[in-house]
């Protein structure tokens, strides 16, 4: 499973960008999906989750700014972020868990990571 993350840029504080990141390769099944990022000299943090019924789950930091959503039938999953915040500058990395009848291509998957800075 190959994960292409795409959307993110420069955008001024306040400002929305929106993430999309779409699975391809031999998918069987994709039970999960999300949006993790990591900051300069800071560890890699959820930013928000999302499962095969559309159940979600977003970190505390980004609730009530940041919408995940998914498209099944494109197995692409979407970050909409709205009034971002200087904090919220990192490179942001797509990622998937895939289950197949084989266990060779079941597994955590990664996207290459999409950089998102926010100016103040």
């Known amino acids: 499973v190959q994960l292409q993350a795409s959307g993110g840029g420069l955008v001024q504080a306040g400002g929305s960008l929106r993430l999309s990141c779409a699975a391809s390769g031999n998918i069987f099944f994709i039970a999960a999906m999300g949006w993790y990022r990591q900051a300069p000299g800071k560890q890699r943090e959820l930013v928000a989750t999302i499962i095969s019924d559309n159940t979600t789950n977003c970190a505390d930091s980004v609730k009530g700014r940041f919408t995940i959503s998914r498209d099944n039938a494109k197995n692409t999953v979407y970050l909409q972020m709205n009034s971002l915040k200087s904090e919220d500058t990192a490179v942001y990395y797509c990622?998937?868990?895939?289950?197949?009848?084989?266990?060779?291509?079941?597994?955590?998957?990664w996207g290459q990571g999409t950089q998102v800075t926010v100016s103040s």
């Open positions: 990622n998937a868990n895939h289950f197949h009848p084989s266990p060779e291509a079941s597994g955590e998957f």
